[in-house]
T-cell receptor
Framework: GAGVSQSPSNKVTEKGKDVELRCDPISGHTALYWYRQSLGQGLEFLIYFQGNSAPDKSGLPSDRFSAERTGGSVSTLTIQRTQQEDSAVYLC?????????????FGPGTRLTVL | DAKTTQPPSMDCAEGRAANLPCNHSTISGNEYVYWYRQIHSQGPQYIIHGLKNNETNEMASLIITEDRKSSTLILPHATLRDTAVYYCIVRVGSSNTGKLIFGQGTTLQVKP
């Protein structure tokens, strides 16, 4: 079946512009996560959505970052007024919420470059 | 901060077993140990997880010490395609889902 998909695969933008990154989770997965990985760094948690519960935004680095999840499916991560330090690979993952299943399935990521 | 400590790098000969250690001395009683790996330029891939007992699947085995303060991931017959960064993670959050806190991981280089 289809895995987690993300678009675009690559995004180059100018400093100060806004960008939107999209994630399509695996059908039926109620939990959705965003992470980012800067060059040479480990993966950093940003935000996660679980069903209809309030999202856990504890990893968002600043108020320029926000995310939405519409209809419990597709999610969009928005970065406003991008800065060069926002350059990274942004990874989305999804998982079931039912008991006994713990695996997060990751998408291929969106590579964001801020010039 | 990650609750795990791993060696930054390891080498393994192709066809031999790769044993990747992880320390998690502050793990709580209801926290699981997860292993993921990330092959270059790809998203992380789940390998295995465990709570108390040793676990085995088609990819690997997970050995957890009795006091749960450390664990070892075993790839029984490493291949060149197993070259990757391996992350040992203690999962936080709810009983079913929760954010993963990744450390720096261990870069495993499988050599011919």
């Amino acid at each position: 079946g289809a895995g987690v998909s993300q678009s675009p695969s690559n995004k180059v933008t100018e400093k100060g512009k806004d960008v939107e990154l999209r994630c399509d989770p695996i059908s039926g997965h109620t939990a959705l996560y965003w992470y980012r990985q800067s060059l040479g760094q480990g993966l950093e948690f940003l935000i996660y959505f679980q069903g209809n519960s309030a999202p856990d935004k504890s990893g968002l680095p600043s108020d320029r970052f926000s995310a939405e999840r519409t209809g419990g499916s597709v999610s969009t991560l928005t970065i406003q007024r991008t800065q060069q330090e926002d350059s990274a690979v942004y990874l989305c993952a999804s998982s079931f919420s039912s008991g006994g299943v713990f695996e997060q399935f990751f998408g291929p990521g969106t590579r964001l470059t801020v010039l | 901060d990650a609750k795990t400590t791993q060696p930054p790098s390891m080498d393994c000969a192709e066809g031999r077993a790769a044993n990747l250690p992880c320390n998690h001395s502050t793990i709580s009683g209801n926290e699981y140990v997860y292993w993921y790996r990330q092959i270059h330029s790809q998203g992380p891939q789940y390998i295995i997880h465990g709570l108390k007992n040793n676990e085995t699947n088609e990819m690997a085995s997970l050995i957890i010490t009795e006091d749960r303060k450390s664990s070892t991931l075993i790839l029984p017959h490493a291949t060149l395609r197993d070259t990757a960064v391996y992350y040992c993670i203690v999962r936080v959050g709810s009983s079913n889902t929760g954010k993963l806190i990744f450390g720096q991981g261990t870069t495993l280089q499988v050599k011919p």
